[in-house]
């Protein structure tokens, strides 16, 4: 059909100049490229880069310039990991752009030519061919057999039919994104860029991503560790002042105990922890775009997830078939590869066991306009070309062993009437080789069953297709009748009468295999799934049941129940249906609104908003549109929505390393706090120098804390529920683990001081080693899995520390630095027993207060 456009010739090249001046190039809003300074001024402003830079400018003030050297490069250091992070996902999110359509064919006084698809503009007549991607919002001026995929729009996955409709305006209707399946077209461009339907959506993700639940929790520790640090370092520096200490001694000691409070390795253990994790990642095709998107994952307790192109492989796939002689039999195999199986009671079936089946996909294959595409150079996998319901049609009989080419060689088509959304059926007329002819007809059960296009002849079995039909529509399935009838003449009033019913097809779009597994996870990790789709609610709702989404009696609820308010409460429903971008993005807030930490997934434009909003963005790689893309914290690029549980893993690994390294870190800073209160009051006027403290602090903090980052998981992880949002990084009990070790390292390090002192040893020096030796002796109880080589860094960091401490009292260069003196060698085995107890004091409350559990 053709309605005539208001530019016939289409736009003139200055015409075209004229209104791309005024509209604006046809990209929706492109986030311009962020310079490196910004990045690494992002990176400085990380809560915890500040409390590094605060410690730096205390070390500045102490004169220490190799402290201050350390912490410097620890900055340097993260702030590159993370701005390298970015830059290398940005790249890789570039070279997934490979779905944009870069050029259009226009009409240009009165030519076809091609432009840049930034160059189209309103009054543009478009021509579109199958494999083509709408360059943007339009209406349809010709159209011939011209099928769109809009489900990145819509998410609905079944194609729609486009032809010009002074009744249907919304079958005149093609907009930006979308795919032309069949068929050919002339569309007339009425808005471009911003102002199109894709521009549209994107509008809604203007809202910049807020802080990650570690960044608050390292925030709210940050604020709440400096404020300690800095009131009992006074109460050092008033107390020695007191006791006759020079004031200026007694000020670099409470500075250098402000410094040793501040665990500064903590910002490179997060930002290794994090690359690691990209990393990993990586290796699984998945994309990070920002690092702390790693942590987000662990911390989720929803999973929002989009339908089609997700939890489903967005394709049509026959799944049953239905024969008034046969019964049922079902279809499988994996994608539109010929290779699979059909089966009927237990046997598997071929075209010589099955002529009630052969007879119905013979019809199938003859009343079709696709054609399956077997993998080339650039396909790894069989692919449709035209309609992909009409493709799962193709699939299913040649996994019967039909042959294609052959059925359609020897009963050519010499007629037909096209599928109509008016008329739901189509119909073809063949030769046969007797030289009658042969009708086929496909289409919706309530048109072929219930018309005048079935001869008179069983009503039971139309009954039966009735209820079967039905059944299968409840189930979420789309069926299609098929009917045949051979006659030996075909006058065209006397096609559509008289058929023979072959039987029913149902097709669905099949959901990944990886996507119930995914689902399972994720309820045993303690993350509850929802599903948020603008497919049917029948459709979506069989598909969750399927998936373990939803149960057997749970209905899904669709947009219009959210808007009227008719739903309840969003967050006790599971399944949401016919959603729009505006109701997406709802559902994600009022989840966020009762203190959830929410993940969406999705790979359409309609997810958008949505993924932006969300605490953690997730999109396909392959299918997702760049859109999708630009909104989400994670790309994955071999759409496998299986690596969202390794992103969980992986994030819940991160943040059980922080806190692994904080136990070790901050009881060893509690531990000197509490030796340099304590000390006085046993004769120790001064326990440690301000270089002492910072050495063991420089060598305790270091490559051992750093080393931390890298530890594995600890086997358990995703059985165990997230953590609560509002927790503390320091919860769970963990602060007083920390005062326990704190407290048993300082009584440790106190009693060996005390002896020494007494026994006229050199009480300093032994109090230096034993306090460093006890802490890396803590440090190696801390390891995720004791008692093997995982992680041989954080072994090698340990050992190395251990000996540059002991080195610290008997290496002259060191000795003058520390001020240490050398003890005699039976002494030494202080420093061995400190640090084995230190192992078995860390193992044994490991043993009864497991991360994650409940005390014994």
Known sequence: ???????????????????????????????????????????????????????MTLTIATGDLVDTSIIGIVIVANSAVGVAQEVRAERAV???????????????????????IADVVPGDVVLLGEGDIVPADGCVVEAARLLVDESSLTGESVPVAKETSPDDMSAG????????????????????????????IAALMAAPPGLTPLQHRLARFGRALALIAVVLSA?????????????????????????????????????????LGAHRMAGRHAIVRRLPAVETLGSITVLATDKTGTLTEGRMAAQRLWTPAGGEATVSGVGYAPEGRVERDGSVLGADQ??????????????????????????????????????????AAARLGLDIAELRAGMPRVDEIPFSSERKRMITVHRRPDGQWRVTCKGAPETVLCGHLLAEGDPESRHQALARAGEWAREGYRVLAVATADRADSPPDDWESGLGLLG?????????????????????????????????????????????????????????????????DPTAVRVFARTTPEQKLGIVESWRGTGHVVAMTGDGVNDGPALRRADIGVAMGRRGTEVARQAADLVLADDDIGTVVAAVEEGRRVYANVRRFLLYALAGGSAEILVMLAGPALGMVLPLLPAQILWINLLTHGLP??????????????????????????????????????????????????????????????????????QLGVGLGSRA????????????????????????????????????????????????????????????????VPEGGRAR
């Not at 997934?96 to 840049?116: F, I, K, M, T």
């Not at 979308?178 to 911003?194: D, H, I, K, S, Y």
């Not at 960091?797 to 001020?819: F, N």
Request: hydrophobic share 50%; charged share 15%; aromatic share 4%.
């Open 1 to 55: 059909m053709t309605t005539p456009p208001q530019n016939p010739q289409g736009l003139t090249e200055s015409e075209a100049a004229d209104r791309l001046a005024r509209h604006g190039p046809n990209v929706v809003t492109s986030v311009r490229p962020t310079p490196v300074w910004r990045r690494v001024l992002a990176q400085l402003r990380d809560p915890l880069i500040l409390v590094l830079l605060v410690a």
């Open 94 to 116: 570039a070279a997934l752009r490979a779905l944009s359509a870069p050029v259009a064919r226009v009409l240009r006084d009165g030519a076809e030519r091609e432009v840049n």
């Open 173 to 200: 209707v093609v907009s930006a994104g979308t795919v032309v399946l069949r068929g050919r077209g002339r569309v007339e461009v009425t808005a471009t860029g911003a102002a199109s339907a894709t521009g549209r």
């Open 235 to 275: 109460v050092v520096l008033l107390g020695g002042i007191v006791r006759g200490q020079p004031v200026e001694l007694m000020v670099v000691a409470a500075i250098s105990l402000v410094v040793a409070a501040v665990p500064e390795s903590l910002p490179a253990v997060v930002t290794l922890a994090l690359a």
């Open 354 to 395: 099955a002529p009630d089946l052969v007879e119905l996909l013979t019809a199938a294959v003859l009343c079709n306009d696709a054609a399956l595409r077997p993998p080339d150079a650039d396909d790894i996998a069989w692919t449709a070309l035209g309609d992909p319901t009409e493709a799962a049609l193709l699939t």
């Open 504 to 568: 029913l097809v149902a097709i669905l779009d099949p959901p990944r295999e990886a996507a119930a597994g995914t689902v399972a996870a994720c309820r045993a990790a303690g993350i509850t799934p929802v599903l948020v789709t603008g497919d049917h609610p029948l459709t979506a709702a069989a598909v969750a049941r399927r998936l373990g989404i939803a149960s057997a009696e749970e209905e899904a609820v669709t947009g219009e129940g959210i808007r009227s308010g008719t739903a309840g």
């Open 705 to 774: 804390g750093v080393a931390f980052g890298a530890e594995p998981t600890s086997g358990d992880s995703m059985h165990r529920p997230p953590r609560p949002p509002e927790e503390s990084v320091l919860g769970e009990g963990l602060w007083a683990r920390i005062l326990t070790l704190g407290t048993l390292i300082a009584a440790v390090t106190l009693a060996v001081g005390y002896w020494a002192h007494g026994t006229g040893r050199p009480w300093q020096t032994l109090v230096f080693l034993v306090l460093g030796a006890t």
């Open 785 to 848: 899995r004791p008692g093997t080589l995982a992680n041989p860094f954080l072994l090698l960091a340990l050992a190395a520390a251990l000996a540059l401490q002991i080195a610290g009292a008997y290496v002259p260069l060191l000795r003058g630095l520390l001020d240490t003196r050398p003890t005699a060698p039976p002494d030494v085995g202080f420093v061995g027993a400190a640090f084995a107890l230190g192992y078995v004091a860390m193992r044994l409350q490991a043993w009864l």
